[in-house]
């Protein structure tokens, strides 16, 4: 059962018993029955949209009266001027947008370092996975060393950009590297 992320002042969570494991998840009907506002129109989008809201509700970031605005906001056919937080359980990017938030993270704790704070402070702060996705070149072919060959090349043309990589998956709390190979 993951741990409790927000305040839950309206008592919405719930657990969910299956084959002997427990399952959070924030309960829509415990929220109407709140007074949170009606949710039973809402398509299954928003409704993941609310849930997140439910989940991290904490006075600051997100309140209860954000979770009514949204209420209003559904009932009024998407009008409203109220900011409302959504926070994903994770983000996944590409190696193109990856490499560059890896880059703007090390600048920041350099930043944060030559003010004199504490560069530690300075991680994602939801879960981030970074798939790698190699798409070899092929300068090899038609020997049985040309795979063998080709992963060398790839490697030689790509090592400080796959150790830099390497370097954030461990630097960084909330970041993780995968590797998918074509």
């Known amino acids: 059962m993951p741990i409790t992320v927000g305040h839950d002042t309206s008592k919405t969570r719930k657990t969910l018993e299956v084959n002997g494991k427990s399952y959070a998840y924030y309960s829509i009907p415990a929220a109407e029955a709140a007074g949170l506002g009606d949710f039973s129109k809402l398509p299954a989008a928003l409704k993941v949209v609310l849930e997140n809201m439910l989940r991290f509700e904490d006075g600051t970031t997100v309140s209860v009266d954000d979770i009514k605005a949204f209420s209003d906001w559904a ?56 798939v790698i996705d190699h798409s070899v070149m092929i300068d090899e072919f038609g020997n049985p060393r040309a795979f063998q060959m080709n992963v060398d090349r790839e490697y030689e043309r790509n090592m400080e950009r796959y150790e830099f990589l390497k370097w954030g998956q461990t630097a960084f709390n909330n970041f993780r590297r995968s590797e998918e190979r074509r």
Do not use: S
């Open 75 to 130: 009932k009024d056919g998407g009008k409203g001027n109220r900011e409302l937080a959504y926070r994903p359980a994770r983000v996944l990017m590409q190696e193109f947008t990856g490499v560059p938030a890896v880059v703007d993270l090390a600048a920041m704790r350099d930043g944060i370092k030559a003010l004199g704070g504490d560069a530690q402070k300075i991680n994602p702060l939801n879960p981030v996975d970074l």
